[in-house]
């Protein structure tokens, strides 16, 4: 019998950042920020810090798959949010899992570097990833950096988005924080044609994790229900706020702060 009280599950697959910045952490925190149960799977460990990427090592893609089967066959998973992969085994490990539920929807945040610098997919990964993946995906959320990565042939922004609807996404955000903008323009395209722009305040500093974040964010409020336009300007708002109360807590990029709304409910609870 289900319990009618259950909290809405996502999957998450990223990898360990030891700092707490980004990766499985912050997926976890988004998540749970939007009302929502994560199961996480870890892809990859990392050694990094809020300054930039050491070294990282991808993670068994079979364990990933047998310990994503286990969920999936006990829990209700609503959506599946896709982040660090690290390896072409866990692309393709991920191609066949999403064939075989396909009525979940995915949310894909391509991470091809560290915040702070450093690459986290090897030789060739992006070109798996954009066959494998995106026919499978309902959203993927690059940044300017990554889009043109993903589509080198495009020669601007809305073309690279364009390029990756041709692979298969329905939805495509592209975040624009890299570009030398007075604010910050997040691009979002449906049906091969630019939906809406979204111009977000531009904060001062760097932040180490605010790609996971949002991808996250997303995930959690469409798992709630919401519908993707609702789910995707929400949680901008989200990712804005969790930036604008981020802190210093290495020598490098700043750390969102994504339980900033707990410290606003306790002071409004003294």
Known sequence: MSDTNSLPVVMCFSGL????????????EAIISMGA??????????????????????????LSMEQA????????????KIGMLGSIEQIQMLEVLLTDYPEIPVILDPVLSA?????????DGEDALCELLLPLTTLITPNTDEARILAPEADTIDACAQELMAYGSEYVLITGSHEATQHVENRLYS???????FSWERLPHTYHGS????????????????????????????????LQHAYRIGMGQLIPNRLYWAREEEEEGK
């Not at 950042?17 to 976890?28: C, E, L, R």
């Not at 996480?40 to 809020?50: F, G």
């Open 69 to 80: 089967r286990a969920v999936l066959e006990d829990m209700p998973v609503q959506v599946i």
């Open 17 to 28: 950042d030891s700092t707490g910045g980004a990766g499985i952490q912050a997926d976890i």
């Open 115 to 123: 915040g702070g610098g450093g690459s986290l997919l090897e030789t």
């Open 37 to 62: 149960h994560p199961a996480p799977i870890v892809t990859a460990l990392t050694v990094q810090d809020t300054t930039g990427l050491s070294r990282y090592q991808a993670t068994d893609a079979l």
């Open 211 to 242: 790609g996971c974040t949002l991808a996250s964010s997303i995930a959690g409020l469409l798992a709630n229900g919401l519908e993707p336009f609702t789910a995707i300007n929400e949680a901008q708002e989200y990712t804005w706020q969790s």
């Open 191 to 197: 049906n091969q044609r630019l939906m809406e722009i």
